[in-house]
């Protein structure tokens, strides 16, 4: 995705006819805030995932794969890391997923 995470939800609104206000009654936020996160001053609240997947019939999946690589992009851009980190993070990501399940096997 090109656009920002706000900029999706604003496309999926417009596409699929709801004004701020419906939209925003089914995701539990008034228009205004709806508002700020189409327009990049405010983040999506990552508990509403859920919420917008169902609205728009979206796979979760791809949603949070949306949804986290936002987030992880601003921080890198914030931080003016390198773009090394996000290859880093996907070996310490397969660590974790490795190590979390051996220590699963273990419970009894």
Not at 93 to 102: A, W
């Amino acid at each position: 995705m090109k656009q920002s995470f706000g900029e999706y939800i604003r496309q999926l609104r417009t596409e699929n006819g709801y004004t701020l206000t419906q939209l925003g009654a089914k995701l539990d936020l008034d228009s205004a805030n709806l508002s700020k996160i189409e327009n990049g001053k405010r983040d999506f609240d990552e508990k509403r995932l859920n919420q917008l997947a169902k609205v728009f019939k979206l796979d979760l999946d791809e949603l949070k794969t949306e949804f986290f690589s936002e987030l992880f992009a601003k921080k890198i851009y914030q931080s003016s890391c390198s773009i090394d980190a996000l290859h880093v993070a996907e070996k310490k990501v397969k660590y974790l997923r490795q190590t979390n399940s051996k220590q699963e096997s273990f419970k009894f």
